[in-house]
T-cell receptor, first 112, second 115 residues
């Protein structure tokens, strides 16, 4: 079992819709959770971080964390073509020196 | 402006040659990381450092080495390049030593091809 798993996609949504991206992780004592966006040929950039159970909102983005289910998600409201990218889920492990493990990413395509 | 740079941006080399990829950050961050990114695998941690003279192995460290002689630089060396090391390499840094909540900031990447 991979430590951080994501559906590779592509996930295709129409412009203006809600895009829902999901991530599961295996380390029960994981402490920090991040969503990075990566455009094709570019480096990852942080969108959201979340550390406690519940929802965290920032503009059109909402991160949701459920530690009991070992599940973290990212919702993108009013999706725009400029949101088309690969979204990487990252989890900082609770053991082994705070290493951050990345999922393989989900490709999102927003159709105009 | 503070930044993180990588050089070269593109490199083609031959099997068996030693290759060094440079990473330089001007944020004065304690933590620096090297990842490789391949299709289907996402970002995989090669080596990381929490400060000067500190280096640690990541999940795919075989065939790679790093050294940290100052805060700003963490060069990655491929001792004897292999075709399996053809990949895109990203350097990243974060501020605080051994803190799990830190955001990582990524360099632009180096595309390495080993023939």
């Amino acid at each position: 079992q991979k430590e951080v798993e994501q559906n590779s996609g592509p996930l295709s949504v129409p412009e203006g819709a809600i895009a829902s991206l999901n991530c599961t992780y295996s380390d029960r004592v994981s402490q920090s959770f991040f969503w990075y966006r990566q455009y094709s040929g570019k480096s990852p950039e942080l969108i959201m971080s979340i550390y406690s159970n519940g929802d965290k909102e920032d503009g059109r983005f909402t991160a949701q964390l459920n530690k009991a289910s070992q599940y973290v998600s990212l919702l993108i409201r009013d999706s725009q073509p400029s949101d088309s990218a690969t979204y990487l889920c990252a989890v900082t492990l609770g053991t082994g020196g705070f290493k951050t493990i990345f999922g393989a990413g989900t490709r999102l395509f927003v159709k105009a | 402006d503070a930044e993180i740079t990588q050089s070269p941006r593109h490199k083609i080399t031959e099997t068996g040659r030693q290759v060094t990829l440079a990473c330089h950050q001007t944020w004065n961050h304690n933590n620096m990381f090297w990842y490789r990114q391949d299709l289907g695998h996402g970002l995989r941690l090669i080596h990381y450092s929490y400060g000067v003279q500190d280096t640690n192995k990541g999940e795919v460290s075989d065939g790679y080495s790093v050294s940290r002689s100052n805060t700003e630089d963490l060069p990655l060396t491929l001792e004897s390049a292999a075709s399996s090391q053809t990949s895109v390499y990203f350097c990243a840094s974060s501020e605080s030593q051994g803190v799990s909540t830190d955001t990582q900031y990524f360099g632009p990447g180096t595309r390495l091809t080993v023939l």
